[in-house]
């Protein structure tokens, strides 16, 4: 028989992990540290909950661009500053791909 080869944990607290969870399922530590091991699985790549830097960079300055075309379109006007309505309706018009502004009617 040949003789296995052994596993070193540099952290006495590590072994005491594994132990306890090749006992949890019922194995020894050698057939559960094989088993993980030899999985021949790819962890599911990790979803971020939150944008990453560039992201988050990407999505300042594109406000920012909103913001200033805003500007722009209110400080042209001369009757002074536009209703809720025609904000709305420059807003819309900004990002609606030439289709007309149509609100709903609150009658």
């Known amino acids: 028989m040949k003789r296995g080869r052994p596993v070193y944990c540099r952290d006495p607290a590590d072994w ?6 090749a006992e949890t399922v019922g194995v020894s530590v050698s057939e559960f ?3 993980c091991a030899l999985q021949d699985r790819t962890p599911a790549p990790y979803t971020p909950l939150v944008l990453t830097p560039q992201e988050q960079r990407d999505l300042v300055r ?8 805003l500007e722009a379109l209110f400080h042209s006007r001369t ?5 809720v309505e025609e904000a709305l ?4 018009e900004l990002y609606a791909d ?10």
């Open 16 to 21: 005491e992990r594994i132990r306890a969870r």
């Open 33 to 35: 540290v094989m088993t």
């Open 62 to 69: 594109n406000v920012e661009t909103v913001r200033e075309r």
């Open 79 to 83: 009757d002074g500053d536009p209703s």
């Open 89 to 92: 309706q420059i807003l819309y």
């Open 98 to 107: 030439d289709r007309p502004f149509e609100p709903e009617s609150t009658e």
